[in-house]
């Protein structure tokens, strides 16, 4: 079993940065694939960023490509999801998600445990 909470959301203007953190219990971390997923209001969760169980390997959505960076670390079972040049649009509750395997997946049906999410609010 994995539990997940996500720390880092908050209020940014446009343009500015957050890191959000994403920690992780449980002996098997290490060789879970984990990824980033989002909502914002009125609209379907979609998937954000993921990232193998060794960090090797990792996607993004096309709106975050090269705005987001995610990375992980396994000594601190920890997962994280860098930020930049943040929009308006990217306001939504970021949620963190694990898988039980080893690759990285774009698709919110692989993901096995989730954590409750964290408020992201963008101002223009």
């Known amino acids: 079993q994995v539990q997940l909470v996500e720390s880092g959301g908050g209020l940014v203007q446009a343009g500015g940065s957050l890191r959000l953190s994403c920690a992780a219990s449980?002996?098997?971390?290490?060789?879970?694939?984990m990824g980033w997923f989002r909502r914002a209001p009125g609209k379907e969760r979609e998937f954000v960023g993921a990232?193998?169980?060794?960090?090797?390997?990792?996607y993004y959505a096309d709106s975050v490509k090269g705005r987001f960076t995610i990375s992980r670390d396994n000594a601190k079972k920890a997962v994280y999801l860098q930020m930049n040049m943040l929009k308006p649009e990217d306001t939504a509750v970021y949620y963190c998600?694990?898988?039980?395997?080893?690759?990285?997946?774009?698709?919110?049906?692989?993901?096995?445990?989730w954590g409750q999410g964290t408020q992201v609010t963008v101002s223009s």
């Open positions: 990232v193998s169980w060794s960090g090797a390997v990792t």
């Open positions: 449980g002996r098997t971390f290490s060789t879970y694939a």
């Open positions: 998600a694990a898988r039980r395997s080893a690759g990285a997946s774009r698709e919110e049906l692989d993901y096995d445990y």
